[in-house]
Structures are given as C-alpha cells and as structure tokens.
C-alpha cells in the first residue's frame, strides 16, 4: 500500500517536472495568469514578430516575408527559383507541402506560358486577315492551356499557404 | 494508510490535471489560427480541420474585417483588402471579357472599328485590375499574419 503511495506522489512529481514547474505557478488561485506565463506569452509573440512568415503576391510572383518589420527573404511564382524547402525544413509538414508548391508552380507556369504563346499567335494570324483555319484552333488550345495552368498555379499557391502557415505554427516557444 | 494512498494518488491527479490544463494552451494556433485557401475560390480557413469560416465573394462585402476585430492591426490591413477585392474584381473581369470580344471581332471581315480600341483598353482594365487585386490579396494576407500573432498576446 505505501509503495503504491510513493508510486502516485512519484508519479505525480514527474508529471510537474516534465512540464516545467511553471505550469505549477504559472496560475494563481483564481485561474487567472500570472507573470510566468504572461512572460512565455510574451517570448512566443516575439519569436512570432521576428521569425513567422507570409506571401505578398507581386504581378505573378509572391514574396516571401519574415517577421513584423517585412524583410523579403525571397521570391517565388512565374518561373522563379528560391529554396523555400531550406527555409521551412524545421517543418516537416511545411516541407510536404513546399513540395507540392514547387511541383505545382512549375507545371502551372509552364502550362500557363505555353498556353499565352498559342493564343498570341492566334491572335496575330487572325488579325493579318489570313483566312487561315488554324488562328481558332490556337486560340482555343491556348485558352484551355491557361485555364489548366491557372488550376495548378491556384493550387500551388493554396500549398504555399498551408506550407508557411504549418512552419508558424511549429515555431519554438509556440 | 488508506488515506495516506488516496492522499497520494489525488495529489498525482492533480499534477497532471495542471499539465494538461498547460498544454490546453499550446493549442491555441491549432484550434484558432486562420489561412486563406485559395482552391476552388477564395476562402478563409481555421485550424488544423480546415474548417471554412469565410468565402470571399467578388460582388459584396466579405466580412474579414469583422472575423479579425479582435486584433486592431488585422482590421486596419482587412480594410485594406475590402476596399481593393471588390473593384480589382470587377476591373480584371470587365477587362478579360473585352479581350474576349476583341478576339471574337479580330476574326470579322471587315473588322468593326472599335476592334482597334478594345484591345488597349482591355489591357488597360486588366492591368488597373490586378493591381487593386494585388493590394488587396497583400491586405489579405497581411490581416491573417497579424491575426494569428495576436493569438500570442
């Protein structure tokens, strides 16, 4: 019977430890905060201030901007390059999704390119009066080509929120 | 000694009760924090679930600005965004229908007249357009970072 006494005070005790003996201070009587966790509070907004991210959109491009002062560490979109899986790394499932981003991206401004080029010469055959059979062809292929490019585009984007929003959260001190 | 146990096992409960009760706070991003999801139309999405709480129509007013109210830098940037959604919208799509009917008319013999305006001003409406789109998605944005870093405070 005691050493099944010991056993629950021990456990006890293990269990305050483990989660910092805050947690035991952390409250007065009343439930209400008190200067620890105010202070834990106050450490894990300025981490948020200093290292959270978010995308501003810029003509077909996002920048990727750090902390409350807007430092853009890179940039994504239409063909553009930056290691975003580097950045969100600390993240596993910010890195899921950074893949998704990239594969994405890629096909949608690919698709996208493609897809303005053939309606561009479309237009330019069917404006030099040629009455060439080809100009609704391209037009139409082209504007298909940027509607599924856009899908992908849209999607990589919807990743790119998820991604940054997942590295936030897992942000120490959180 | 039976007492002295059940002393110790309500001591024990108790502990844990106060590390769960600490943790409860961890969640608080999980449970609260917004996103903007952008497949299929714009929304605004909360916590881990995913769970819709706002879907950004193009025609009226979205709301964002009341979802936010609670932090006052959120509102300021969601202003932002409810000024710009609504007239880059309709700016960008009154511009790509022009561009549509000018590739309809270019194929036309002859050409109607105004087939040599629609094109500039097509363009011109869909530039204007997705740059009151452009202040608005960075309204957006903006609105959901300080949103969920005032979850902090």
Redesign the interface.
Known sequence: MLALGVTALTAGSLAAQTTGHTSAITRNQNGSPTLPAQSATKDSAQVYDSQALRFESRWGSADIIRGSKGEVIGTVGWFREFDLEKVLQSSPRALTDAQEFRVNNFRGSLVTAIGASLVTIGIVVASNNSNNASSPILIIAGAGGIGWGLQHLNRSYAALSRAIWWYNRDLPNR | ??I??T???L??????G??M???G??TT??ER?L?????PGLRIVRGVHDSVVLNLSEFRRTGLADLVASSPKAAAAAEVFEKNYRPGSLFAGAGIALFGLN?GL??M?P?PWIAGWLLPVSVGLIVYG?YRL?LA??GL??A??WY??DL??
Do not use: H
């Open positions: 000694m039976r002295l146990f002393a110790c096992l001591t024990g409960v108790a502990t844990m106060v590390t009760e600490s943790g706070q961890v991003y999980d924090a996103r903007v999801d952008a497949a590739i270019s194929s013999q050409r997705g452009q998605y960075r944005q903006k959901v970072w969920n870093r902090k405070s």
